[in-house]
């Protein structure tokens, strides 16, 4: 039985597109209902938030990334995740919006009380991010769950994947898929390495998709063409509103794009299988070529190769028969520019 999130199969012909918010609302619950609306408007599958508490997330003196400093300025961490942080109150009112507006409503999980918290929300899926993958303890918390796993495996070599696997796997996880990220906000195409994404798969015998974090949408449609089953990329309402992953988010109209292009990919990737289609088999008549007579050809004669060319249409006996039309006899007359057919031979 394939995986499932919510009412939706992944690896089974369509790319589950999640639009991260993350804490692009900026603590604004009436923002990050907005955001729903932009997810929704731009078709994706998901919209997926970050539950947390700050106090039990980062120490008071813990440093930001160099990107986050040079957004939102020199506070600690703390002091800009407190900022960022959303009641669960406030949680429980964007589950149940999400639900109103018909697309799933996901969250990564920093904390055993936010994962109890999601629980409580009736999430279809667990997201671990990248940071988490090292902790076991909070990985094995949502094993026991028994609910889906999106994994990002950001920072992490092959043998950590491998070993917080097995720690879910220990749990009570069962349907998992790994999503490859570069940790790095942007980040550069450069870094990207999408072909980590087939080694995942292969290694670990398990769907993989992408969480994004460069610039741009062309990222996540190579990907989707690599066979992709999951897309996550962040976005936003305004890239000059002030927070620490604004600048590198997706615009709601960009957003709109990316997962158009991706579900023409997605269209275009097929059923893998070499055959014509209906609209090359009526064009295959027309642009192919058959064997015709070169000469009027008299009832009796026997037939050389001088006597035939190939030309269109390719409704008549095709040009690899050529060698076995050679030789035969004619059994009635074939005028000059006249498909031959094998009924007319002996």
Known sequence: ?????????????????????????????????????????????????????????????AEKAAYQKKRVGKESQYKMLKKLELTEDEFGQLAAYAKRKNIIFLASAFDRKSVDLLDELNVPAFKIPSGEI??????????????????????STLREVKEALDVLKRGRA???????????????????????????KRELKLPVGLSDHTLGISVP??????????????????KKLLGPDHKASLGPDELREMVARIREVEKALGSGVKRPTKSENAIKKIVRKSIVAKVNIPMGTV??????????????????????????????????????ALKKLV
Do not use: W
Not at 138 to 147: C, D, G, P, S, V
Not at 174 to 200: F, K, Q, T, W
């Open 1 to 61: 039985m394939k995986m499932r999130i919510g009412n939706l199969a992944i690896g089974d012909g369509h790319v589950f597109v999640i639009a991260e918010a993350g804490v692009n609302h900026n603590g604004q619950v009436n923002l990050a209902k907005k955001m729903i609306d932009a997810a929704k408007k731009a078709g994706a599958d998901a919209v997926k938030f970050q539950v947390f508490k700050a106090e039990e997330m980062v120490t008071k003196a």
């Open 134 to 155: 090292t902790n076991f303890p909070l990985l094995t918390h949502i094993a026991k769950k028994e609910k889906p796993i999106i994994l990002s495996t950001g920072m």
């Open 174 to 200: 069962r349907d998992i898929v790994l999503l490859h990220c570069v940790s790095a906000y942007p980040a550069e195409v450069g870094e990207v390495n999408l072909r980590a994404m087939e080694a995942l």
């Open 221 to 238: 449609i190579a990907a989707t063409a690599l066979g992709a089953v999951v897309i996550e990329k962040h976005f936003t309402l305004d």
């Open 303 to 340: 037939i050389t190769g001088e006597m035939l060319e190939l030309k269109r249409p390719g409704t008549g006996l095709e040009p690899k028969y050529l060698e076995k039309v050679i030789g035969k006899r004619a059994k009635k007359n074939i005028r000059a520019d006249e498909l031959v």
